[in-house]
């Protein structure tokens, strides 16, 4: 996720509130930054590797000027982050400049093909295409708009674009597709950025740009167009009445939910992970005679939902470890010809670095799934995937956990390819029914808001919880449990339905809410017998579903409905109404869900 601004503003230079909008959106990305500006129909372009206030401090951005400009701060997501590929990105003329916030999927293809045509690429990036594709389409085309709207239409994936041209020095044209960005007007000057809270100094007029949308922003005048066809769309400012901190939120009450409502993008950015580096990926999972699976909390619970996915997909045993046990139990076992697949969010986890460092030096390979780029762990692995989600703010995980469950997903559909342990039917159905995940979310988050808030106002007093699951979402069970603990601070317990008679079942009175995980594989019916003795005995059963027929009715006192997906799509669509249990729980008890007790982002302590 990055952060880009832009500026038009005839009475006077915009450097200085470039700058200041790119600081209120540095929270999105501080590993590069950059800035472009249109000075007597010159370019000029000051960017570089660092966090904003270095690059300020050595090359002061405050002396670029002009009355048009747009700037930018990158979380890299294609290319190290570097000044090479910081943005601005220019053509091969220096006479245009692009920020992007998103992922071009289909840029390699875009990329062979123009410099089949003669274009020089400098960065290793995904954005620089669409410098050259505009500066393509502009040889044959007098119309800029036109040439803009042609790029726009060859370009796969997720954007949120600002692009000058000296050839229109005074318009700035921005365009979204599942990317936000927003824009703002104050009398004749004239704003794009990524969020609100950046143009609050300046502007409280938004004008929002939805998906599949663009504008071409000139003095005091904002003009929209939809993508596909062209066609106007009018759509008046809000003025809005919020300050920024509020604004940062998007309007939510807390990061945690902002962040269970940004899935659908997050989830999508991480299923467009590029297909090469997955294949690397899968080359040295399957090259090892043993693959354990390493992380702590919510990552540790990805982990082994990672270890169904790649059996049940690839029929590859992946032993998911929890980090701090890692080397007391498998430290002495473990070869040259072992991998460790480390799943960290943060990258700084010290138990899983301890574990990897103490892998490493018994010769295993090491691979990672990480959300820093540049953290610790991306610098000790052999490769990694960047799950692209985006910075987590709340410290309770949860775009993140589902961001690291698509990246799974996407290893193991690699693997059974590469294993042809998969018809390429039942892959293709698998894919295409993956790929609609984040629609499912999206729907979902809309449909059981409501009922996970009641269902919070019903447990938020309990003596404690009980999360119960089978096969693939045991771990499910394992996360729902966190969630709730971790936040509301009621002493939750979560273990496979099938261990209950092998002692838990004696924590089961009358009305303890029992959260039960129901699939339909072959775990369904044993689940339901397992729900039945627990009721039998008074406990309380919610029951969590994609299923709907009358024995899960019989077995639910309270059913919350998902749409249906594949059993083994279940661990990532069932996450969604846990964590919103666990946010409503913890905010219904009076407590902050962004700043638990006791805890912090990331655990960079033995
Ligand atoms: C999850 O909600 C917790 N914040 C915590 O368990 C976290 O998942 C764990 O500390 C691992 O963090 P990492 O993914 O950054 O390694």
């Given at each position: 996720?990055?952060?880009?601004?832009?500026?038009?503003?005839?009475?006077?230079?915009?450097?200085?509130?470039l700058?200041?909008?790119?600081?209120?959106?540095?929270?999105?990305?501080?590993?590069s930054?950059?800035?472009?500006?249109?000075?007597?129909?010159?370019?000029?372009?000051?960017?570089?590797?660092?966090?904003?206030?270095?690059?300020?401090?050595?090359?002061?951005?405050?002396?670029?000027?002009?009355?048009?400009?747009?700037?930018?701060?990158?979380?890299?997501?294609?290319?190290?982050?570097?000044?090479?590929?910081?943005?601005?990105h220019?053509?091969?003329?220096?006479?245009?400049?692009?920020?992007?916030?998103?992922?071009?999927?289909?840029?390699?293809?875009?990329?062979?093909?123009?410099?089949?045509?003669?274009?020089?690429?400098?960065?290793?990036?995904?954005?620089?295409?669409?410098?050259?594709?505009?500066?393509?389409?502009?040889?044959?085309?007098a119309?800029?708009?036109?040439?803009?709207?042609?790029?726009?239409?060859?370009?796969?994936?997720?954007?949120?674009?600002?692009?000058?041209?000296?050839?229109?020095?005074?318009?700035?044209?921005?365009?979204?597709?599942d990317?936000?960005?927003?824009?703002?007007?104050?009398?004749?000057?004239?704003?794009?950025?990524?969020?609100?809270p950046?143009?609050?100094?300046?502007?409280?007029?938004?004008?929002?740009?939805?998906?599949?949308?663009?504008?071409?922003?000139?003095?005091?005048?904002?003009?929209?167009?939809?993508?596909?066809?062209?066609?106007?769309?009018?759509?008046?400012?809000?003025?809005?009445?919020?300050?920024?901190?509020?604004?940062?939120?998007?309007?939510?009450?807390?990061?945690?939910?902002?962040?269970?409502?940004?899935?659908?993008?997050?989830?999508?950015?991480a299923?467009?992970?590029?297909?090469?580096?997955?294949?690397?990926?899968?080359?040295?999972?399957?090259?090892s005679?043993?693959?354990?699976?390493?992380?702590?909390?919510?990552?540790?619970?990805?982990?082994?939902?990672?270890?169904?996915?790649?059996?049940?997909?690839?029929?590859?045993?992946?032993?998911?470890?929890?980090?701090?046990?890692?080397?007391?139990?498998?430290?002495?076992?473990?070869?040259?010809?072992?991998?460790?697949?480390?799943?960290?969010?943060?990258?700084?986890?010290?138990?899983?670095?301890?574990?990897?460092?103490?892998?490493?030096i018994r010769?295993?390979?090491?691979?990672?799934v990480?959300?820093?780029?540049a953290?610790?762990?991306?610098?000790?692995?052999?490769?990694?995937?960047?799950?692209?989600?985006?910075?987590?703010?709340?410290?309770?995980?949860?775009?993140?956990?589902?961001?690291?469950?698509?990246?799974?997903?996407?290893?193991?559909?690699?693997?059974?390819?590469?294993?042809g342990?998969?018809?390429?039917?039942?892959?293709?159905?698998f894919?295409?029914?993956?790929?609609?995940?984040?629609?499912?979310?999206?729907?979902?988050?809309?449909?059981?808001?409501?009922?996970?808030?009641?269902?919070?106002?019903?447990?938020?007093?309990?003596?404690?919880?009980?999360?119960?699951?089978?096969?693939?979402?045991?771990?499910?069970?394992?996360?729902?449990?966190?969630?709730?603990?971790?936040?509301?601070?009621?002493?939750?317990?979560?273990?496979?339905?099938?261990?209950?008679?092998?002692?838990?079942?004696?924590?089961?009175?009358?009305?303890?809410?029992?959260?039960?995980?129901?699939?339909?594989?072959?775990?369904?019916?044993?689940?339901?017998?397992?729900?039945?003795?627990?009721?039998?005995?008074?406990?309380?059963?919610?029951?969590?579903?994609?299923?709907?027929?009358?024995?899960?009715?019989?077995?639910?006192?309270?059913?919350?409905?998902?749409?249906?997906?594949?059993?083994?799509?279940?661990?990532?669509?069932?996450?969604?109404?846990?964590?919103?249990?666990?946010?409503?729980?913890?905010?219904?008890?009076?407590?902050?869900?962004?700043?638990?007790?006791?805890?912090?982002?990331?655990?960079?302590?033995?």
């Amino acid at each position: 996720m990055c952060g880009i601004i832009g500026i038009i503003d005839l009475s006077g230079d915009v450097s200085e509130r470039l700058f200041k909008g790119l600081k209120l959106l540095e929270y999105r990305g501080y590993d590069s930054a950059g800035m472009a500006v249109i000075d007597d129909n010159r370019l000029h372009v000051v960017k570089d590797r660092g966090r904003i206030d270095e690059i300020h401090e050595k090359y002061d951005f405050l002396t670029l000027k002009g009355n048009i400009g747009i700037a930018h701060t990158r979380w890299a997501t294609h290319g190290a982050p570097d000044k090479v590929n910081a943005h601005p990105h220019i053509d091969c003329m220096g006479s245009i400049a692009v920020v992007h916030n998103g992922i071009i999927e289909n840029f390699m293809d875009l990329k062979t093909e123009l410099m089949e045509q003669g274009h020089r690429f400098r960065s290793r990036t995904d954005t620089e295409v669409i410098a050259h594709l505009f500066e393509e389409y502009l040889k044959n085309e007098a119309d800029v708009e036109t040439a803009f709207v042609k790029t726009l239409r060859k370009l796969d994936g997720a954007y949120a674009l600002a692009v000058l041209t000296v050839k229109e020095p005074q318009k700035i044209f921005c365009a979204r597709v599942d990317s936000p960005l927003v824009l703002g007007v104050e009398g004749e000057k004239v704003y794009c950025s990524s969020d609100i809270p950046s143009l609050l100094p300046f502007t409280n007029k938004i004008v929002p740009l939805e998906d599949g949308e663009y504008a071409v922003l000139t003095p005091g005048n904002i003009m929209i167009k939809r993508i596909s066809d062209g066609s106007p769309v009018r759509r008046a400012f809000k003025e809005l009445d919020m300050g920024i901190d509020e604004a940062k939120k998007d309007g939510y009450p807390h990061y945690m939910l902002k962040e269970i409502y940004e899935q659908p993008y997050s989830i999508r950015y991480a299923l467009g992970i590029q297909r090469n580096y997955l294949e690397l990926m899968a080359d040295f999972i399957d090259r090892s005679s043993r693959l354990y699976i390493v992380a702590a909390g919510t990552s540790y619970h990805a982990g082994v939902v990672g270890s169904y996915i790649f059996s049940r997909l690839a029929r590859i045993p992946g032993l998911p470890v929890i980090a701090s046990e890692f080397v007391s139990r498998y430290g002495d076992s473990i070869s040259v010809e072992d991998s460790i697949l480390a799943i960290s969010q943060s990258g700084e986890t010290r138990d899983v670095l301890w574990a990897v460092e103490q892998a490493k030096i018994r010769g295993a390979t090491i691979l990672a799934v990480v959300n820093v780029l540049a953290s610790t762990l991306t610098r000790i692995s052999r490769i990694y995937l960047h799950q692209q989600s985006g910075p987590e703010i709340g410290v309770a995980a949860t775009k993140t956990y589902t961001g690291q469950l698509a990246v799974l997903y996407k290893i193991g559909f690699t693997l059974a390819r590469k294993r042809g342990k998969l018809g390429q039917d039942e892959m293709d159905r698998f894919v295409d029914e993956l790929n609609k995940v984040p629609e499912v979310v999206e729907i979902l988050l809309k449909r059981c808001d409501h009922d996970m808030r009641k269902l919070a106002n019903e447990i938020k007093d309990s003596k404690y919880v009980i999360f119960l699951g089978r096969g693939v979402n045991t771990a499910t069970a394992y996360e729902g449990r966190l969630k709730l603990m971790e936040i509301s601070y009621i002493p939750s317990l979560a273990y496979p339905a099938g261990e209950n008679k092998h002692g838990p079942i004696s924590l089961i009175e009358r009305g303890i809410p029992v959260i039960g995980l129901v699939q339909d594989d072959e775990t369904k019916k044993l689940m339901i017998s397992n729900l039945h003795e627990v009721r039998s005995r008074g406990a309380k059963t919610y029951v969590i579903s994609s299923i709907d027929d009358n024995d899960i009715r019989e077995v639910s006192d309270v059913l919350i409905k998902v749409p249906q997906v594949s059993a083994i799509f279940t661990p990532i669509v069932y996450a969604i109404p846990l964590q919103l249990l666990a946010y409503y729980t913890s905010v219904l008890r009076g407590l902050d869900p962004d700043k638990p007790r006791n805890l912090a982002k990331s655990v960079t302590v033995i």
